[in-house]
C-alpha cells in the first residue's frame, strides 16, 4: 500500500495542459520536498522534479511541479506524444525515516 | 555523470537467500545515500533500505527483519541481501543515489525472480 495518494491513470490530447496530483501527510510531504519521477515502460524511473519546483538540467519545462501543505502536482504543458509515460511522486518520510512513493499514475496522450 | 549497475542472480528459490550488488562508477561512493528499491511488475516503486557511506543503514520496517544493506567503499560498492525470499519478492530491483533530496541516479534495474 503506497503512502502518497495519485490518480491510477490520466489523459490528454498533444498540445493540452494535464496535472497529477500527490497527497500525503504532515510526516511525508507536508515536511519535505516533493520529488517527481518519469518512468517509461522497461526502463529505470528518471528524476523530473526535485524540491517541489526545480527541474534537473535536461528536463522541458514544459513540466512544473508545486507543493502546498500535505499535497502538491505536476503540471505538464503542451502535452506531446512522448510524455505518455507512468509519474510517479516521493517525499522523504520522517516516521518511516526513507523515502515513500505514490502508486504513480499513468499518462495517456490519445 | 554517476552511473550505477546492479550484478546479481535473476532466479532464487523460495526460502533462500537474494544476493546483490551495485557498483557505482563515475563518481565516488563517498557521501550520498546509497539505496535499493523495488518493483514488482506492473506495480509502483517500494523503498527497500539504505545505506549511508559510513555504513550506516535504515530499511523499511516491513521488509526489516529479511534485509541487511551493506558498503565496500574499496570497491566503490554496495549491497543488498534479503533473506526468506518468497514469490511477493519478484520484482526489480534497483539502486539507486540520494542526492540532495532525491534520487539522482538509478541503476538499470535486475529483474529478481523467485520460484522454484
Known amino acids: 500500500q503506497s503512502m502518497l495518494t495519485q490518480p491510477p491513470s490520466t489523459s490528454g490530447t498533444p498540445g493540452q495542459r494535464v496535472t497529477i496530483s500527490c497527497s500525503g501527510t504532515?510526516?511525508?510531504?507536508?515536511?519535505?520536498?516533493l520529488i517527481w519521477y518519469q518512468q517509461f515502460p522497461g526502463t529505470a524511473p528518471r528524476l523530473l522534479i526535485h524540491?517541489?519546483?526545480k527541474r534537473p538540467s535536461g528536463v522541458p519545462d514544459r513540466f512544473s511541479g508545486s507543493k502546498s501543505g500535505t499535497s502538491g502536482s505536476l503540471a505538464i504543458s503542451g502535452l506531446q506524444s512522448e510524455d505518455e509515460a507512468e509519474y510517479y511522486c516521493?517525499?522523504?518520510?520522517?516516521?518511516?525515516?526513507?523515502?515513500?512513493f505514490g502508486g504513480g499514475t499513468k499518462l495517456t496522450v490519445l | 555523470q554517476v552511473q550505477l549497475q546492479e550484478s546479481g542472480p535473476g532466479l532464487v528459490k523460495p526460502s533462500e537467500t537474494l544476493s546483490l550488488t551495485c557498483t557505482v562508477s563515475?563518481?565516488?561512493?563517498?557521501?550520498?545515500?546509497w539505496s535499493w528499491i523495488r518493483q514488482p511488475p506492473g506495480k509502483g516503486l517500494e523503498w527497500v533500505g539504505y545505506?549511508?557511506?559510513?555504513?550506516?543503514?535504515n530499511s523499511n520496517p516491513s521488509l526489516k527483519s529479511r534485509v541487511t544493506i551493506s558498503v565496500d567503499r574499496s570497491k566503490n560498492q554496495f549491497s543488498l541481501q534479503l533473506t526468506s525470499m518468497s514469490a511477493a519478492d519478484t520484482a526489480i530491483y534497483y539502486c539507486?543515489?540520494?542526492?540532495?533530496?532525491?534520487?539522482?541516479?538509478w541503476g538499470r534495474g535486475a529483474l529478481v525472480t523467485v520460484s522454484s
Open positions: 504532515s510526516t511525508n510531504i507536508g515536511s519535505n520536498p
Open positions: 539507486a543515489g540520494y542526492s540532495s533530496g532525491s534520487y539522482s541516479w
Open positions: 563515475g563518481g565516488s561512493i563517498h557521501s550520498y545515500y
Open positions: 545505506v549511508y557511506f559510513t555504513g550506516s543503514t
Open positions: 524540491s517541489n519546483i
Open positions: 516521493s517525499a522523504w518520510d520522517d516516521s518511516l525515516n526513507g523515502p515513500v
